[in-house]
């Protein structure tokens, strides 16, 4: 993780520090694992705004209405985008054969 992200994250409010008398950042034991669900989420296409609304719901294990929904949305959005890939990925795999049934064998 660089030090670049971890600032991002305190910037956007997602991860919060404590400073030691040499002036160095500590984070909590459990940043690991919010820094693994940040990447994740951004992976994902979310916002560090809508990630930031999802804190609440790591802490409490609870969700609201409203945030249930807009994971929903978000799913959803993943599935068009993991089609896309995979319809991407098909042709792909299209352009490889015929390219390999026109390659011309090289005689040793």
């Known amino acids: 993780m660089s030090v670049r992200a971890l600032r991002y994250y305190e910037e956007k409010g997602l991860l919060a520090s404590e400073r030691t008398s040499g002036g160095q ?10 820094v693994v669900f940040f990447q994740q989420m ?8 809508r990630i930031a609304d999802l ?5 409490t294990g609870m969700t609201t209405e409203e945030q249930r929904e807009m994971l ?4 959803a959005r993943l599935d ?4 896309a890939l995979q ?10 054969a ?3 049934r026109t390659a011309v ?3 040793a």
């Open 42 to 49: 951004y992976a994902a296409g979310l916002s560090s705004r």
């Open 87 to 96: 319809t991407a990925r098909d042709r792909l795999d299209d352009v490889i």
């Open 25 to 34: 950042r500590e984070y909590r034991e459990d940043a690991v694992g919010q």
């Open 72 to 75: 929903v949305n978000e799913r």
């Open 105 to 107: 064998a090289v005689v």
């Open 98 to 100: 015929a390219a390999s």
């Open 80 to 83: 068009e985008r993991v089609g």
């Open 55 to 59: 804190l609440p719901c790591m802490d």
